[in-house]
């Protein structure tokens, strides 16, 4: 990332809360601290479930306590930031803090996005091939897919980090947005940016689609395995054992399909900002109430968790 000393600019600023009056700064930083806490606290009590509880020693919770662990660090690459910005007074990012801001986003946003696709694998092979279930989702297999998602993550973001690392910034530097984004960082530059723009609506647009046509060639599999049985209560069961995949896939995707994937005509800082704001904060504070909520097994380790620190505490 040499070319980064090219660049006149050397910092940024992000406006994130400060376009808001005063009074709706203040509930704004409430709405993100209080937000951020729950999402931290709500994933790490879902790890220590799965990791305690032997019963939920199994694929499908060995990915929820994988997918629990990047939600936490994927909120904690902007959420501080932000608070920091409002507690200190100061808005400036430097350019490298920037990038690798940018960097860690969008890889924990990428597995974030395998990590569904795994989910949706799991699901299949539960729902249509059950009696070799075992036998398909070995430790080792379910391993090898959380590393090569990492592997898959950390070059595609690299690439494009490298990309953006190579750019000039000659004027402004103000960012109207809580965290450095693509989107925003692209339309400051001086520099021809469409080798950029290409990467991220070609090989961007192919990391991204190709897990989410995984998800719904699973359900189109698992829906007509589930159309076959014949008791309606049988499908209900099947049926449910997805619901809580599904809800966070549809509020994962439809932010992050609004936000990159429409014309750059449609977009508007205020609209970017809030599904911004859905898909970094939203949805990772959501997912432990969405998988846990109406999941027996869930709630009884979580139970079992809570119930040993607070007999630890007498």
């Known amino acids: 990332m040499s070319s980064i ?23 704004l930083f409430l709405l993100f601290l209080i937000m951020y806490l729950a999402t931290v606290l709500g994933n790490i009590l879902i790890i220590l ?19 629990s662990f990047m939600d936490v660090c994927f909120s904690s690459t902007t959420v501080p930031k932000v608070l920091a910005i409002y507690i200190l007074g100061s ?4 350019f490298s803090g920037c990038l690798t801001q940018l960097y860690f986003l969008c890889v924990f946003a990428g597995m974030d996005d395998y990590l569904l696709a795994v989910m949706a694998y799991d699901r299949y092979v539960a729902i249509c091939y059950p009696l070799h279930y075992t036998t ?5 297999l379910c391993t090898l897919l959380v590393v090569g998602s990492w592997v898959v993550a950390n070059l595609n973001c690299l690439l494009h980090a490298l990309l953006i690392a190579r750019l000039s910034f000659c004027g402004n530097n103000i ?17 021809d940016t469409q080798l950029n723009e290409l990467m991220i609506h070609t090989e961007g647009a192919v990391v991204m689609v190709t897990p989410f046509a995984c998800i719904l060639i699973s359900y189109i599999y698992i829906t007509y395995a ?26 994962f995707y439809g932010t992050i399909i ?16 809030a599904a911004a704001m859905m ?20 709630k009884g380790a979580l139970r079992k968790v809570l119930t040993m620190r607070f007999i630890s505490k007498q």
């Open 91 to 94: 808005q400036t990012i430097s």
């Open 258 to 273: 609004s936000l990159y994937f429409n014309p750059s005509s449609s977009h508007s800082p205020g609209r970017d900002m």
């Open 175 to 191: 960012i109207p947005h809580f965290f450095c984004d693509a989107t925003p960082l692209l339309k400051l530059s001086c520099s």
């Open 5 to 27: 000393n090219q660049s006149s600019v050397s910092e940024f600023l992000l406006l994130g809360l400060s376009r808001q009056p005063q009074q709706q700064q203040q509930l």
């Open 226 to 251: 589930v159309l076959r049985v014949s008791s309606p209560r049988g499908r209900w069961k099947a049926f449910s054992t997805c619901g809580s995949h599904l809800a966070v896939v549809c509020l």
């Open 136 to 140: 398909k989702m070995t430790h080792q």
């Open 49 to 67: 479930a799965i990791s305690t509880d032997s019963r939920l020693h199994t694929p499908m919770y060995f990915f929820l306590s994988n997918l």
């Open 279 to 298: 898909y970094t904060v939203v949805t990772p504070m959501l997912n432990p109430f969405i998988y846990s909520l109406r999941n027996r097994d869930m």
